[in-house]
């Protein structure tokens, strides 16, 4: 099913409210640096699957879900506050996992153009 403007704009209101909240109300070292980057919210409204990243190792990422479980309501209650909407979805927070793989892509294509500086169409010719 194919998300409606109404739909994108719910999203994007839940995403960008629940990373204030983050920002300005929940003190918890365990969400330092954490970014949210999606939220899909159900078509019942009954849930909102948040997506989420940060830097570091698979501890930092179970540290981050740990936080933001232990926040979750906190995290809802605001959210309440902040975006008018039929019913409070409950949160479930994922880990956004597409950051880190373009980052391992991006460092990737970085060594190869290192090795073959042929392939960079960017580069003048005799470069």
């Known amino acids: 099913m194919k998300p409606t403007s109404r739909t994108?704009?719910?999203?994007?209101?839940?995403?960008?409210?629940?990373?204030?909240?983050?920002?300005?109300?929940?003190?918890?070292?365990?969400?330092e640096m954490a970014t949210v980057t999606g939220a899909v919210v159900s078509p019942d409204l009954r849930y909102a699957d948040v997506f989420v990243?940060?830097?570091g190792t698979q501890e930092r990422?179970?540290?981050?879900?740990?936080?933001?479980?232990?926040?979750?309501?906190?995290i809802r209650a605001a959210l309440g506050e902040r975006v008018v909407m039929k019913y409070l979805p409950a949160l479930r927070f994922h880990i956004d996992t597409s950051v880190d793989?373009?980052?391992?892509?991006?460092?990737?294509l970085d060594r190869e153009l290192s090795?073959?500086?042929?392939?960079?169409?960017?580069?003048?010719?005799?470069e």
């Open 8 to 31: 994108r704009k719910l999203n994007e209101s839940v995403r960008e409210a629940i990373a204030s909240i983050l920002i300005e109300e929940v003190q918890d070292p365990r969400l």
């Open 53 to 55: 990243t940060t830097h």
């Open 61 to 74: 990422y179970d540290e981050l879900l740990a936080g933001l479980e232990s926040a979750k309501h906190r």
């Open 101 to 108: 793989a373009g980052e391992r892509i991006t460092r990737a």
């Open 115 to 126: 090795e073959h500086p042929e392939w960079d169409s960017e580069r003048e010719p005799g």
